[in-house]
């Protein structure tokens, strides 16, 4: 073999310099290509779990109102039944509370408060039971009826009964039986008590 003159020497290590450089930007390339279908997948999958999330669905809040509709507005056989208090009570313990500062959240009203507490009063249910009837969250049951309760304790004052002593000439002779001094009637200036 004949050895290679100069010229030919460096046209020979010119093209494997431009051969490696060739194959350098090849790579390059096909890296870039590859950072590019990498996050092209990462940013689709991220729009599918955007689309994916799970939006609140109107018929969600339709729902929320059935369930409290059927319980306290369907008719006092009905909300005596699931809530231990007649429609008129009820009302009327609804209130009494926002007088005393209980105040509406977002999208739950008082009447729906109220009727998470006097649910899982009247049931002795927990949250798992409470969520599928009112369609709430455990974190929203637990939130109102705490609030309600306080509300409540708040209440002390007009909810709590006050004994009157009998006085000695009461015309009821049912009464005639009890020392007087032993005696007490409920006050009737509750606006709880019906007659």
């Not at 999208?107 to 969520?131: D, G, P, Q, S």
Request: with cysteine.
């Amino acid at each position: 073999m004949a050895r290679l003159t100069n010229r030919e020497r460096r046209k020979k290590t010119n093209r494997k310099a431009l051969l490696a450089a060739l194959c350098m930007m090849r790579v390059l390339n096909t890296v870039i290509q590859l950072y590019l279908l990498i996050t092209e997948l990462i940013a689709e999958r991220h729009r599918q779990r955007l689309r994916q999330k799970p939006h609140l669905n109107p018929n969600v809040y339709q729902s929320q109102l059935d369930a409290l509709n059927r319980l306290v507005r369907q008719n006092d056989k009905t909300c005596h039944a699931n809530l231990r208090v007649n429609r008129h009570t009820f009302m009327t313990l609804c209130q009494l509370l926002i007088e005393n500062g209980l105040e509406p959240y977002r999208h739950v009203t008082i009447a729906e408060k109220v009727a998470i507490f006097l649910w899982i009063l009247a049931h002795h249910m927990k949250n798992r039971r409470t969520i599928l009837q009112f369609w709430r969250s455990g974190e929203t049951i637990s939130r109102h009826f705490n609030a309600v309760l306080i509300a409540v304790i708040r209440l002390h004052n007009v909810l709590w009964y006050h004994p009157q002593p009998i006085p000695a000439n009461e015309p009821d002779a049912r009464w005639k039986w009890f020392e007087v001094h032993n005696c007490y009637v409920l006050s009737s200036s509750n606006p709880l008590i019906h007659s």
